[in-house]
């Protein structure tokens, strides 16, 4: 079992940055960032692959936004600068053991969410 803290959501005006953060309780093989609005699909936003420290970016947030790691490869960071309001979401933290990408069925562990609105 992995558990995953999730913080650092909130609200900023368009243009503005946020980091989000998630601490996982062990060691995984991926650890990965999705969001979800009323009535739209999960979405992936990053993935990052321990060790390799490979990363995934859906197109929309590339150049955007940015994965990152600890050095304890426990804490998967977001760093989202130039928002959008369609960034607007709830953010949700991943984990797996055995795969890493974008696909929100692939991933086994999820943090309970944090809340991120884009809006002037």
């Known amino acids: 079992q992995v558990q995953l803290v999730e913080s650092g959501g909130g609200s900023v005006q368009p243009g503005g940055s946020l980091r989000l953060s998630c601490t996982a309780s062990?060691?995984?093989?991926?650890l990965g960032w999705f969001r979800q609005s009323p009535g739209k699909e999960r979405e992936g936003v990053a993935s990052?692959?321990?060790?390799?420290?490979?990363?995934n970016y859906a197109d929309s947030v590339k150049g955007r936004f940015t994965i990152s790691l600890d050095n304890a490869d426990r804490t998967v960071y977001l760093q989202m600068n130039s928002l959008k309001p369609d960034d607007s979401a709830t953010y949700y933290c991943?984990?797996?053991?055995?795969?890493?990408?974008?696909?929100?069925?692939?991933?086994?562990?999820w943090g309970q969410g944090t809340q991120v609105t884009v809006s002037s």
């Open positions: 062990r060691t995984t093989y991926c």
């Open positions: 991943a984990a797996d053991l055995r795969s890493c990408g974008l696909v929100a069925r692939s991933f086994a562990y």
């Open positions: 990052i692959t321990i060790g390799s420290a490979y990363t």
